[in-house]
T-cell receptor, first 110, second 113 residues
């Protein structure tokens, strides 16, 4: 089936550092999504990307829709403790269901 | 506006039993999707209900079933539980229009012993 390869699986960073993570696929998709899941909660949509090459920001978060439509990137600038959680990339598959990557778990060291 | 609610939040069952999970969507939303989340497989789509009809289905065995009521509340049932069914079960609600944002509930954590 369709698969999204998300990396890295986990990250340990210092507060204040910038973070980069990415997601790739062997197939082309027309919509890329980035979600965040806090401990004990369901995922929350952070950013949606609808156009190849699109760069979209949401506060300290910036995501890009790859020009090949097979990848996407998420950057977090100046990380803070509340950024801890699992970040998922996702795509709309045939407009009727969402496929998720396996997530990047972000840890922030004190 | 109240968010998506799921009950119960935690559940412990034994192999062979069955379980029913409940999801109440955001008021006005007619679509409810169910996902299974495990450390190994991540988030996997189970099925979607829209206006009391199953509209989409993932690749799960027939032991996993669901239904939706006229008030859009949805239930998911798993029969003959297996150890591998231990997971966080999430539901998400949306208006049901194409590619509309899905809003997730906090999930039900099921442990099968």
């Amino acid at each position: 089936g369709q698969q999204l390869n998300q990396s890295p699986q986990s990250m340990f960073i210092q507060e204040g550092e910038d973070v980069s993570m990415n997601c790739t696929s062997s197939s082309i998709f027309n919509t890329w999504l980035w979600y965040k899941q806090d401990p004990g909660e369901g995922p929350v949509l952070l950013i949606a990307l609808y156009k190849a090459g699109e760069l979209t920001s949401n506060g300290r978060l910036t995501a890009q829709f790859g020009i090949t439509r097979k990848d996407s990137f998420l950057n977090i600038s100046a990380s803070i403790p509340s950024d801890v959680g699992i970040y998922f990339c996702a795509v709309w598959f045939r407009d009727d269901k969402i496929i998720f990557g396996k997530g990047t778990r972000l840890h922030i060291l004190p | 506006k109240a968010g998506v609610t799921q009950t119960p939040r935690y559940l412990i069952k034994t192999r062979g039993q069955q379980v029913t999970l409940s999801c109440s969507p955001i008021s006005g939303h007619r679509s409810v999707s169910w996902y299974q989340q495990t450390p190994g497989q991540g988030l996997q789509f189970l099925f979607e209900y829209f206006s009391e009809t199953q509209r989409n289905k993932g690749n799960f065995p027939g032991r996993f079933s669901g239904r939706q009521f006229s008030n859009s509340r949805s239930e998911m049932n798993v029969s003959t539980l297996e150890l591998g069914d231990s997971a966080l079960y999430l539901c998400a609600s949306s208006t049901g229009r194409t590619q509309e944002t899905q809003y997730f509930g906090p999930g039900t954590r099921l442990l099968v012993l």
